[in-house]
């Protein structure tokens, strides 16, 4: 079939972005399908915390997904430059019930093959979070839980893999999947694609897309998480990430520092039935003040800088829906809900397996994948303001234009012109940061929308 | 890395930053440099294309970007240095300034440092607003720098929160900019400010005032459709379409520079504590203006920048920095008193800004410091949002070995 994808992936959040890149690494030809922008879709509101995966389910894909996808995504960030801290993670019991859930949680942990949680002292608890809110009974360390970006892995996967010669169709929605005799045709909303085999990483729309390719077998139900972002003034209160026990009954909330230098309290789980539901509600905000003035009173003596929600793409089955049908040849990466960032390089493995196994032709692309370095938005390296060197070469990076966040010129520039250049303002967001901070624009909005007008040749008129 | 030395380093070109630097180079302090990271100098004025600047500071009543221009032209006729485009990022372990610029990193070390950073009002997630999160929704600075420095039109139907000065200021921006506000909401009894700008935005825009109202939840997906409007005392909910929204007022103070430098800070204002000369419980470390506690119209802040000129030339000529000054604090329901800090010994007492949470008549005020009333007064009323100036020779009374001085409201109406 001339005019043929070998592959068509949809999707281009965490789970569909990673797993182009581990498919471009052979001689395919690969399109990348999104209806937006690459990780605009839940992969843009999560919790931005990488997991070791200690908490699993024993024996599930997940538990096993995680584990693998904690290393390699480690890996990576070191790499390609994807802002990631080691904070480790602290599970604060605030009761005899969950104090006495730690011990077994540890030794869950141990089954996932994870053998560095430990109980902690109360003393030590608190000598290490002081600002933790009186009450707190005991604790179990997991030191490897990190912070991560997580607006920065999609877009270095996507842009690996577009480098590497994937056709990255951003703004394509899937309509409609059929088989011919010898491919499939995807229709979208840019015409018609035909592809041999697709892969279905499409997040909340797994299951629409899982039917429309005539499968049947699970149902997205969006669960909604709001998250509170307290000012960067408040960093300074917390070290760890500080979890929740999970008892059953009630789910708990985190507080976790961000690799933005905030702090972030949340998330609510509520079952919702509209996948485009991302409001946030007065009940919930004010559940997590709530949560909040009994976690980390202190906290909430400062301004909150944003709130948001996220929706997990949670399905009626606790396991991960990954299936490779070799005689349709069709594949699905869904159900996947709250984990996907921490598991999609080892989800994008087990994909290339799978489809190896289902008759796809592997064959290594010689020179293997082109290596990329992502800007770096993390506070935990010099980002380009505080550069001497890198504002004596270009002037540029010494223009700030976000002053919360401290977004110069040169960065609002390079991400105009990167690889897969953002098309809204809330592209330009999740690339550079601007916007983010405290001000939310009162000083800046107006100059950062004309910048990006200026740089990226976008229709002002569109931005606001 | 250059390290730069000056007399005084001034955080700001707003009114009070530039009033600053006019007053010191006045009264014979050598360099004085002005930081700001704007391409212009001149605050927030700059953008607001309205009169009524200039009139207690300049004795003239300008536009604000008139205003703006004359307040730079005055602190650069003066001597002062002006360095635009220019971000203090923070303080190294000496205490100096860092900065990034187009010309690099660098440091300016200074005798002593005013923080003139001026305040922003609070976004829509500090107000904890539900709802969606779409474009469309902006504060006054960026709706005033949208349409007056970018030219942009900005939407058609308009929803302004608040109902003060700044929020009769953004009624005339959206206009200007093609908008028509159809509605003004406050969550008080009654608007804040002058009633015939009420009278007038009724008659000229037809925008309806709704008091006892709060902006509960916003919808739409990419675009601001509608708000959620709850009447507070029925409970009433109802929407009203509207593709901008223009959160305004409801000011906090940008103190981060105070902060990351230890200042300690007030907890009515939520900007830094500060005695009559503007001095902070940071040793060389100064404030003026609308960092001090949220917004003041321009001329106040110029005022105030001037005022706290004379507390620094009192530190350069080595007058020893106030250790443990007594605090004055605010009882329910007032918000803050400004300047919050009585120092032990030489003090020149000046006026105090008070300002209450509710709308109060015939108030009753009192100053107390361990039981001991040192002040007494009356004031026709307290309206959120405006201050009131009350004369302090009672700060002469302070002991600066007692407790904290306590301000309250003995008697008052509350305006229904």
């Given at each position: 079939m001339s005019g043929a994808f070998d592959v068509a992936i949809i999707g281009a959040g965490d789970v569909g972005s990673a797993i182009a890149r581990e498919l471009a690494r052979y001689e395919l030809r690969i399109a990348l399908l999104d209806r937006g922008d690459v990780g605009a879709g839940t992969?843009?509101?999560?919790?931005?915390?990488?997991?070791?995966?200690?908490?699993?389910?024993?024996?599930?894909?997940?538990?096993?997904?995680?584990?693998?996808?904690?290393?390699?995504?480690?890996?990576?960030?070191?790499?390609?430059?994807?802002?990631?801290?080691?904070?480790?993670?602290?599970?604060?019991?605030?009761?005899?019930?969950?104090?006495?859930?730690?011990?077994?949680?540890?030794?869950?942990?141990?089954?996932?093959?994870?053998?560095?949680?430990?109980?902690?002292?109360?003393?030590?608890?608190?000598?290490?979070?002081?600002?933790?809110?009186?009450?707190?009974?005991?604790?179990?360390?997991?030191?490897?839980?990190?912070?991560?970006?997580?607006?920065?892995?999609?877009?270095?996967?996507?842009?690996?893999?577009?480098?590497?010669?994937?056709?990255?169709?951003?703004?394509?929605?899937?309509?409609?999947?059929?088989?011919?005799?010898?491919?499939?045709?995807?229709?979208?909303?840019?015409?018609?694609?035909?592809?041999?085999?697709?892969?279905?990483?499409?997040?909340?729309?797994?299951?629409?897309?899982?039917?429309?390719?005539?499968?049947?077998?699970?149902?997205?139900?969006?669960?909604?998480?709001?998250?509170?972002?307290?000012?960067?003034?408040?960093?300074?209160?917390?070290?760890?990430?500080?979890?929740?026990?999970?008892?059953?009954?009630?789910?708990?909330?985190?507080?976790?520092?961000?690799?933005?230098?905030?702090?972030?309290?949340?998330?609510?789980?509520?079952?919702?039935?509209?996948?485009?539901?991302?409001?946030?509600?007065?009940?919930?905000?004010?559940?997590?003040?709530?949560?909040?003035?009994?976690?980390?009173?202190?906290?909430?003596?400062?301004?909150?800088?944003?709130?948001?929600?996220?929706?997990?793409?949670?399905?009626?089955?606790?396991?991960?829906?990954?299936?490779?049908?070799?005689?349709?040849?069709?594949?699905?990466?869904?159900?996947?809900?709250?984990?996907?960032?921490?598991?999609?390089?080892?989800?994008?493995?087990?994909?290339?397996?799978?489809?190896?196994?289902?008759?796809?032709?592997?064959?290594?692309?010689?020179?293997?994948?082109?290596?990329?370095?992502?800007?770096?938005?993390?506070?935990?390296?010099?980002?380009?303001?505080?550069?001497?060197?890198?504002?004596?070469?270009?002037?540029?990076?010494?223009?700030?234009?976000?002053?919360?966040?401290?977004?110069?010129?040169?960065?609002?520039?390079?991400?105009?012109?990167?690889?897969?250049?953002?098309?809204?303002?809330?592209?330009?967001?999740?690339?550079?940061?601007?916007?983010?901070?405290?001000?939310?624009?009162?000083?800046?909005?107006?100059?950062?929308?004309?910048?990006?007008?200026?740089?990226?040749?976008?229709?002002?008129?569109?931005?606001? | 890395m250059v390290t730069d030395r000056a007399d005084v380093a001034i955080v700001g070109a707003g009114p009070a930053g530039l009033a600053a630097a006019v007053e010191l180079r006045r009264r014979g302090v050598g360099s004085v440099v002005v930081l700001d990271r704007e391409e212009s100098a001149g605050g927030i004025p700059r953008h607001a294309c309205h009169s009524g600047f200039g009139l207690r500071d300049l004795r003239r009543v300008l536009p604000g970007p008139r205003y703006a221009a004359h307040r730079a032209e005055l602190a650069l006729a003066a001597g002062a240095e002006l360095r635009l485009r220019t971000q203090v990022t923070g303080w190294n372990a000496q205490g100096a300034l860092e900065l990034t610029t187009p010309t690099g990193r660098h440091e300016l070390a200074a005798d002593a440092v005013v923080l003139a950073t001026g305040c922003r009002e609070r976004p829509r997630a500090a107000r904890l607003i539900a709802g969606t999160r779409p474009q469309g929704v902006m504060n006054t600075g960026m709706l005033q720098q949208l349409v007056y420095l970018a030219h942009e039109r900005v939407g058609q139907r308009a929803v302004v929160v608040g109902a003060e000065h700044v929020s009769y200021s953004a009624l005339l921006t959206l206009h200007h900019g093609g908008a028509r506000a159809v509605a003004m909401t406050t969550e008080l009894r009654h608007q804040q400010s002058l009633a015939a700008f009420r009278v007038g935005a009724a008659a000229r825009f037809g925008t309806r005032l709704r008091t006892r109202t709060a902006v509960t939840a916003i919808r739409g997906d990419r675009r601001v459709q509608a708000v959620e409007l709850t009447a507070l005392d029925s409970g009433r909910v109802h929407e009203v379409e509207c593709d901008v929204l223009v959160l305004t007022a409801d000011w906090v103070p940008d103190h981060e520079l105070a902060v990351l430098a230890g200042a300690e800070l007030d907890p009515g204002t939520r900007g830094p504590a500060v005695d009559a000369m503007g001095r902070t419980s940071r040793p060389a470390l100064f404030a003026a203006g609308n960092v001090l506690h949220g917004a003041e119209p321009a001329d106040v802040a110029a005022l105030n920048g001037r005022h706290v000129a004379g507390g620094v030339l009192d530190h350069l000529a080595g007058s020893p920095w106030p250790l443990a000054p007594v605090r004055i604090m605010c009882a329910e329901p007032l918000a803050w008193i400004v300047p919050n800090r009585v120092p032990a010994g030489r003090y020149a007492p000046g006026r105090h800004r008070l300002r209450s949470r509710e709308e109060l008549h015939d108030v009753r005020v009192e100053v107390r410091q361990d039981g001991r009333c040192l002040h007494r007064q009356r004031l026709v009323r307290l309206v959120p949002g405006r201050s009131a100036s009350i004369p302090a020779p009672w700060a002469a009374a302070v002991d600066p070995g007692g407790g904290e001085v306590v301000v309250l409201v003995t008697r008052a109406r509350r305006w229904s």
């Amino acid at each position: 079939m001339s005019g043929a994808f070998d592959v068509a992936i949809i999707g281009a959040g965490d789970v569909g972005s990673a797993i182009a890149r581990e498919l471009a690494r052979y001689e395919l030809r690969i399109a990348l399908l999104d209806r937006g922008d690459v990780g605009a879709g839940t992969s843009k509101a999560n919790t931005a915390i990488l997991h070791t995966g200690f908490d699993a389910k024993p024996g599930t894909l997940e538990a096993r997904l995680v584990a693998r996808g904690h290393r390699l995504l480690s890996d990576y960030a070191a790499q390609v430059g994807i802002p990631i801290e080691r904070t480790g993670a602290l599970l604060v019991a605030w009761d005899d019930e969950q104090l006495e859930a730690l011990p077994a949680i540890g030794e869950r942990a141990r089954e996932n093959g994870y053998d560095r949680a430990a109980l902690i002292a109360l003393d030590d608890l608190y000598r290490r979070e002081p600002h933790l809110g009186a009450g707190a009974v005991g604790a179990l360390e997991v030191p490897d839980e990190s912070i991560v970006c997580p607006w920065t892995p999609p877009l270095a996967w996507a842009t690996q893999a577009l480098l590497a010669g994937v056709a990255v169709l951003r703004g394509t929605r899937v309509v409609g999947l059929s088989r011919l005799a010898d491919c499939w045709r995807l229709d979208t909303s840019g015409g018609p694609v035909l592809a041999r085999w697709v892969v279905n990483a499409a997040g909340l729309y797994s299951d629409e897309v899982h039917r429309m390719a005539g499968c049947e077998g699970f149902t997205i139900t969006p669960r909604r998480g709001e998250l509170v972002v307290f000012d960067k003034l408040a960093r300074p209160l917390v070290s760890h990430i500080l979890l929740p026990v999970p008892t059953g009954i009630t789910k708990g909330v985190l507080i976790a520092p961000t690799v933005f230098g905030n702090v972030l309290l949340g998330p609510t789980a509520e079952d919702i039935e509209d996948k485009e539901d991302r409001a946030c509600t007065s009940e919930g905000l004010a559940r997590l003040r709530a949560h909040g003035a009994r976690l980390m009173p202190e906290l909430l003596d400062h301004e909150v800088t944003a709130t948001y929600a996220g929706l997990r793409a949670a399905s009626e089955h606790a396991d991960y829906q990954l299936q490779v049908d070799g005689g349709l040849a069709y594949a699905c990466a869904g159900g996947i809900r709250s984990t996907g960032l921490s598991a999609a390089m080892a989800i994008a493995e087990w994909m290339r397996d799978a489809l190896a196994g289902a008759g796809l032709a592997l064959a290594e692309r010689a020179g293997g994948l082109p290596m990329v370095r992502m800007p770096n938005i993390g506070e935990a390296l010099p980002r380009p303001y505080a550069r001497d060197e890198l504002i004596a070469e270009d002037p540029a990076y010494g223009k700030v234009i976000c002053f919360c966040e401290r977004v110069t010129l040169g960065e609002i520039r390079d991400a105009a012109r990167s690889a897969i250049p953002p098309r809204d303002l809330d592209g330009l967001r999740r690339r550079t940061r601007v916007l983010t901070g405290r001000c939310q624009g009162f000083f800046c909005g107006a100059r950062v929308a004309r910048e990006l007008a200026r740089e990226g040749g976008i229709d002002i008129g569109g931005l606001r | 890395m250059v390290t730069d030395r000056a007399d005084v380093a001034i955080v700001g070109a707003g009114p009070a930053g530039l009033a600053a630097a006019v007053e010191l180079r006045r009264r014979g302090v050598g360099s004085v440099v002005v930081l700001d990271r704007e391409e212009s100098a001149g605050g927030i004025p700059r953008h607001a294309c309205h009169s009524g600047f200039g009139l207690r500071d300049l004795r003239r009543v300008l536009p604000g970007p008139r205003y703006a221009a004359h307040r730079a032209e005055l602190a650069l006729a003066a001597g002062a240095e002006l360095r635009l485009r220019t971000q203090v990022t923070g303080w190294n372990a000496q205490g100096a300034l860092e900065l990034t610029t187009p010309t690099g990193r660098h440091e300016l070390a200074a005798d002593a440092v005013v923080l003139a950073t001026g305040c922003r009002e609070r976004p829509r997630a500090a107000r904890l607003i539900a709802g969606t999160r779409p474009q469309g929704v902006m504060n006054t600075g960026m709706l005033q720098q949208l349409v007056y420095l970018a030219h942009e039109r900005v939407g058609q139907r308009a929803v302004v929160v608040g109902a003060e000065h700044v929020s009769y200021s953004a009624l005339l921006t959206l206009h200007h900019g093609g908008a028509r506000a159809v509605a003004m909401t406050t969550e008080l009894r009654h608007q804040q400010s002058l009633a015939a700008f009420r009278v007038g935005a009724a008659a000229r825009f037809g925008t309806r005032l709704r008091t006892r109202t709060a902006v509960t939840a916003i919808r739409g997906d990419r675009r601001v459709q509608a708000v959620e409007l709850t009447a507070l005392d029925s409970g009433r909910v109802h929407e009203v379409e509207c593709d901008v929204l223009v959160l305004t007022a409801d000011w906090v103070p940008d103190h981060e520079l105070a902060v990351l430098a230890g200042a300690e800070l007030d907890p009515g204002t939520r900007g830094p504590a500060v005695d009559a000369m503007g001095r902070t419980s940071r040793p060389a470390l100064f404030a003026a203006g609308n960092v001090l506690h949220g917004a003041e119209p321009a001329d106040v802040a110029a005022l105030n920048g001037r005022h706290v000129a004379g507390g620094v030339l009192d530190h350069l000529a080595g007058s020893p920095w106030p250790l443990a000054p007594v605090r004055i604090m605010c009882a329910e329901p007032l918000a803050w008193i400004v300047p919050n800090r009585v120092p032990a010994g030489r003090y020149a007492p000046g006026r105090h800004r008070l300002r209450s949470r509710e709308e109060l008549h015939d108030v009753r005020v009192e100053v107390r410091q361990d039981g001991r009333c040192l002040h007494r007064q009356r004031l026709v009323r307290l309206v959120p949002g405006r201050s009131a100036s009350i004369p302090a020779p009672w700060a002469a009374a302070v002991d600066p070995g007692g407790g904290e001085v306590v301000v309250l409201v003995t008697r008052a109406r509350r305006w229904s």
